[in-house]
């Protein structure tokens, strides 16, 4: 089973090939990852900031980011974020976002999964690099990480 669209967003579930091929752009928008997820690296950290408050960050990919917020810091899916600054190695980039995907969390705070979007070319190509760097130490077992 997978959810289905409705009014442009999958909401209803039902059997996976009928929603693939009912409604394949929205499937396809909901399900594929385009990129590999990594989690923090202290050594090369990225600090993550949303219309000026830190965020916590889960992970991140070329695309999008895992934030973790506090009761007071709601957002539904859709929300729309327009100012997130992201900082790591010797980069400064902003960006804007959409929030694609929400989870409550047994503390009481919650997940946001944001898919990102980048002003240019170049910033988002520097972000890919950053990602590159990562995912290379990632898999050759020189990733720091003290969560």
């Known amino acids: 089973m997978v959810t289905s669209a409705s009014n442009d967003q999958l909401t209803a579930a039902e059997p ?15 399900v594929v990852r385009k990129s590999f997820r990594v989690p923090q690296d202290d050594a090369f950290p990225l600090r993550v900031t949303v219309n000026g408050q830190e965020a916590e960050l889960v992970d991140s990919s070329e695309n999008g ?13 859709d929300h729309a974020l327009e100012r997130i ?36 070319v170049e910033e ?12 290379k130490r990632l898999f050759q077992g020189q990733h720091a990480t003290t969560a």
């Open 16 to 30: 996976i090939a009928e929603a693939i091929i009912e409604h394949p752009e929205e499937c396809y928008q909901s």
């Open 65 to 77: 980011l895992k934030l973790l917020y506090k009761e007071d810091m709601q957002w539904d899916v």
């Open 85 to 120: 600054e992201l900082s790591f190695m010797e980069h400064r980039v902003y960006a804007s976002g959409i929030v694609v995907h929400t989870l409550p969390t047994e503390s009481g705070a919650a997940t946001y999964g944001v898919r990102l979007s980048f002003p240019g």
């Open 124 to 135: 988002h190509n520097a972000f890919k690099e950053y990602h590159a760097v990562i995912r």
